[in-house]
């Protein structure tokens, strides 16, 4: 089993810039990779970043390269993801996630094997 929190969240006004975290705790050797999503008002979970905890090689979704960026702390076992340059379009609950098997490359969230409860991120124009 493998326990993430989330936390880092709060209201910002577009054109700022937020990092959320989130630690792990458990059998996290397991967790190969790991990852942020997303999750607006009304709108499906989708992918924002997934790191390779062994190597911490990063990848984003296509609609999210530029402003993000994921890293992480072995040490501490946390994750982070920076925003920058925040919208409105960019509120929502930020989750992170781990997955045990399977390449570290695929946004699916069914996927993944173990999510946070969230963080909530809000931005006001």
């Known amino acids: 089993q493998i326990q993430l929190v989330e936390s880092g969240g709060g209201s910002v006004q577009a054109g700022g810039s937020l990092s959320v975290s989130c630690a792990a705790s458990g059998y996290t050797l397991n967790a190969y990779c790991m990852g942020w999503f997303r999750q607006a008002p009304g709108k499906a979970r989708e992918g924002v970043a997934l790191?390779?905890?062994?190597?911490?090689?990063?990848d984003y979704a296509d609609s999210m390269k530029g402003r993000f960026t994921i890293s992480q702390d072995s040490a501490k076992r946390t994750l982070y993801l920076q925003i920058h340059n925040l919208t409105p379009e960019d509120t929502g609950m930020y989750y992170c996630?781990?997955?045990?098997?399977?390449?570290?490359?695929?946004?699916?969230?069914?996927?993944?094997?173990?999510w946070g409860q969230g963080t909530q991120v809000t931005v006001s124009s």
């Open positions: 790191i390779h905890t062994r190597s911490g090689s990063a």
């Open positions: 996630a781990a997955r045990l098997a399977g390449p570290c490359r695929t946004f699916r969230p069914t996927e993944f094997d173990f």
